[in-house]
């Protein structure tokens, strides 16, 4: 006999019953922009519909994202100053540590908040840690990124996210996490994230391009993916409570490869680069966005990522509410 899977695909009820992959608004993370000053709501010229919120306002982004059933923030920090160690990232009254306490206090545990942890949007030179003539010093960088947790915990955060790429740090950053009182901070670890030109316009929008040289150093050569699988189990026998896969869209062979290999909750973040290239080429009338949006977001859940990152957070969730997706 002839399999045939067409009768399945004859009805819209039996195709949304029998969808291999399911997708939920609680697997969305969306990422916020926060910066230094007051009343901004200033549209990134990069990112499209996508903002740079003053502390005094991040709550209106929050209020309306928790009415689209997004409920999760990857918040990250523009500061006005900017110096050799970075000092805005770990100081009290740096801008991601008020904001925090800014939306605590106006929303409680209605948001969870997750903080990117890296130094390159607090340094003069806009690399990820602290350098030694031209090259990062790993074991001096974790110092201050752990000082970095600390100051994100002490002002509330749910989760710190790692993004600098140092060895060691997330043993480093769970012992100083665990010896402050906090051991109940989570930590989603940016554990596979590659040199990639699909950051360009979040360099744009955080004014963190490096000032010389490149990341190759601590970034991911991208003809890699077994190196992928042992970042990922390192960062896992350190202390991780998730590991992460970024960019997304074109390393969705390396999210499978990982989600293979971990036993962690895999996240996957679909970077400024690849929200760009879909918005510049529907604003073209190339493609459709929303259909593009709902197929390629589908396709890391299908790739094995249980969590995504993305500037589509809102409009996905209405997707899923559509059951366009989901
Ligand atoms: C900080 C950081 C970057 C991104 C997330 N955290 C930039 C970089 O590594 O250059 C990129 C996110 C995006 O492109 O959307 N290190």
């Not at 955060?157 to 665990?178: K, Y």
């Not at 390192?234 to 590991?243: F, P």
């Not at 999210?255 to 973040?269: F, H, N, Q, R, S």
Request: hydrophobic share 40%; net charge negative.
């Amino acid at each position: 006999m002839i399999e045939r899977p067409r009768r399945l695909r004859l009805n819209e009820t039996i195709r949304k019953m029998t969808r291999e992959t399911r997708v939920s608004s609680d697997s969305l993370i969306y990422p916020i922009f926060i910066k230094d000053g007051k009343d901004i709501k200033t549209e990134i010229p990069s990112l499209e519909n996508q903002f740079h919120w003053s502390v005094d306002r991040v709550s209106e982004c929050i209020e309306s994202s928790l009415n689209k059933g997004i409920n999760k923030f990857l918040l990250f920090g523009i500061p006005d100053h900017k110096d050799e160690v970075g000092s805005e990232a770990y100081s009290e009254n740096g801008v991601v540590q008020r904001g925090i306490r800014e939306i605590k206090k106006n929303f409680g545990s209605d948001a969870f908040l997750i903080a990117d942890v890296c130094m390159c949007e607090y340094t003069s030179h806009g690399h990820c840690g602290i350098l030694d003539g031209k090259y990062v010093n790993n074991d001096k960088t974790l110092e201050y990124l752990s000082k970095i947790a600390v100051a994100a915990a002490e002002a509330g955060i749910d989760m710190v996210a790692p993004s600098d790429m140092m060895d060691g740090r997330i043993a480093a950053m769970r012992n100083a996490l665990d010896k402050n009182g906090f051991e109940n901070t989570s930590i989603m670890s940016y554990a596979v994230k590659y040199a990639s030109s699909f950051y360009g316009p979040f360099r744009d929008a955080a004014g963190s391009a490096p000032s010389f040289g490149d990341r190759k150093s601590y970034q991911m050569d991208y003809h890699n993916v077994r190196e992928a699988v042992k970042e990922a189990l390192t960062d896992e026998k350190e202390g991780a409570d998730i590991l992460m896969v970024k960019p997304a869209m074109s390393y969705l062979d390396v999210i499978k490869e990982v989600k293979d290999k971990t036993k962690l909750p895999l996240a996957a973040y679909s970077v400024s680069g690849e929200y760009a290239m879909i918005k510049a080429a529907a604003k073209q009338g190339l493609i459709d966005e929303y259909g593009i949006m709902c197929e390629s977001s589908l396709a890391v859940f299908r790739a094995g990522a249980d969590i995504l990152i993305t500037y589509y957070a809102n409009e996905l969730a209405e997707a899923i509410k559509r059951g366009d997706i989901g």
